[in-house]
């Protein structure tokens, strides 16, 4: 990246004198005499100078008019101000424009170069950032949905329309692994929030307390290894999206808590006294019935209704098989990318067995399966054995018989999703202590209290 510095100086002299110091440090160096000469150089990008070394009062303006009147166009370069008149209102009125730093005249060439060392470093930032998020919103963009199929068709109109409005939360349903957590990232880099964060979390994931501490902080001393405070994720997310997955599996108590924040838009840290604004859009995800749920005294009514505002339903991929015939190779030239392969031939045999089987596991079984064949490639031909597509009954075979006496087997080729291997596992360590909880805790190296919660959550038999 050029260092390109523009200096705004009446003073002929010193500003010669300006451009031949900093020249010799390897800067290209541009000046202007007048803020009109400054405006004609930075209007319509003309000159996109990584720092602006400017005097404060011209024969034509004050500078920081000029500021003012370009700092949307030239958001990504700093200001320095030198004024041998300066006053505490200008100033702070420099500060509050977003100016890297304001210096009184006389002032020695090597202080200055340190600021316009330190201002270009932050522009260089500046920049670097976005970069990323355009880079982000051209892989995140609701043209990257793969798809000609009326269920596509009619995801990609739907995303348009509701990327351009201002919503304020929204509930993305859907089987695992249909691509909820796409659809949120499109929503945020194709909205009006695209330059703010994007924070992410799996509801899943994390027990009951730590959920509580990650979503809304907490101050130090809150608890017992709360050393020091912590900015949760609405605070991160401020201004952006914060992108709840699993909320099926939130705590009912915590979901109370999640409900006041959405409604007022206000949080309080854990061990906090002061409620804190946030502006964040919510988009929750689930691979769960809400509805059911809610009839069923486990999801709060009144949250499911605060984030339904809007509801996209992710399709299965069973649903819309015909868009194989465009993901497919898709994803094969993304594997070929990474694993530096050549795979260019899918033979007919290849075609058939994808094209018959359901796909429990939806787009990131059809992933994992093609990165796999990739992989394992030995020529330009995707090889048909490594397909490795299991019929419902192969399915089930898996279920039931890879249990024995050391332990179990659970395939992990994305056909069952991670809260049913939890499931699973718990069940197995259920049945091999008669159903009492205080020994299969002990067996899978847990407490009692965590494992009847989760017994309670998959509605399991057990004697407690």
């Known amino acids: 990246m050029t260092n390109t510095l523009l200096i705004i100086e009446d003073e002929a002299l010193l500003a010669s004198e ?25 209007s319509g990008q003309a000159l996109d100078p990584l720092v602006v070394l400017s005097d404060m009062n011209l024969p034509d303006g004050n500078a920081l008019d000029l500021l003012e009147k370009l700092k949307p166009e030239i958001g990504s370069s700093e200001w320095v101000f030198l004024t041998g008149y300066g006053s505490v209102a200008d100033s702070v009125r420099a500060v509050r424009l977003g100016a890297y730093d304001f210096i009184e005249k006389p002032c020695a060439l090597d202080r200055l170069n340190l ?23 051209h892989q995140y963009s609701i043209d990257s949905l793969i798809g000609s199929s009326p269920a596509m068709t009619q995801l990609r109109a739907m995303l348009k329309q509701i990327a351009n409005v201002p919503f304020s939360s929204l509930i993305v349903s859907g089987e695992t692994g249909t691509g909820k957590g796409m659809i949120a990232r499109i929503l945020h880099y194709s909205g009006s929030r695209a330059a703010a964060p994007l924070v992410e979390i799996n509801c899943a994931a994390l027990p009951r307390e730590l959920l509580e501490a990650e979503l809304f902080g907490y101050e130090a001393g809150a608890f017992t290894g709360a050393k020091k405070r912590h900015r949760g994720l609405f605070e991160q997310a401020h201004t952006g ?43 929750a995800a689930t691979n769960l019935d809400l509805v059911e749920k809610v009839a069923e005294g486990l999801f709060r009514r009144d949250l499911y209704h605060r984030l339904n505002v809007i509801n996209i339903r992710m399709p299965a991929l069973r649903e819309h098989k015909q868009d194989l015939d465009q ?57 048909v054995e490594w397909l490795q597509l299991q019929t419902p009954q192969t399915n089930a075979a898996h279920h039931n018989a890879k249990v024995n006496q050391e332990g179990v087997f ?37 407490t009692r209290e965590t494992l009847r919660y989760r017994v309670q959550k998959y509605h399991l038999k057990c004697k407690f």
């Open 18 to 42: 300006l451009a031949r110091y900093f020249s010799k440090g390897g800067w290209e160096v541009s000046i202007a005499h007048s803020l009109q000469q400054a405006e004609q150089f930075l």
């Open 115 to 137: 600021l316009v060392e330190g201002a270009a470093r932050s522009a260089r930032a500046q920049r670097r950032l976005e970069q990323q998020t355009a880079s982000q919103n």
């Open 241 to 283: 999206t914060l992108f709840l997955d699993e909320i099926g599996e939130m705590d009912l108590d915590l979901q109370s808590k999640l409900l006041k924040a959405v409604e007022d838009l206000r949080i309080r840290r854990v061990g906090g006294e002061a409620e804190i604004n946030i502006d964040v859009q919510i988009i």
């Open 327 to 383: 993901l497919v190779p898709q994803f094969i030239a993304e594997c070929n990318r990474k694993s530096a392969k050549g795979v260019s031939h899918i033979s007919e045999q290849a075609w058939q067995a994808l094209k018959s089987y359901d796909w429990p596991g939806n787009i990131r079984e059809l992933h994992n399966v093609l990165e796999r064949c990739v992989l394992l490639s030995s020529d330009h031909n995707l090889p």
């Open 410 to 446: 659970i395939p992990l080729d994305g056909s069952i999703s991670l809260h049913e291997m939890e499931k699973f596992i718990i069940q197995e360590a259920l049945n091999r202590n008669d159903d009492n909880v205080t020994g299969a805790a002990r067996m899978l190296g847990t």
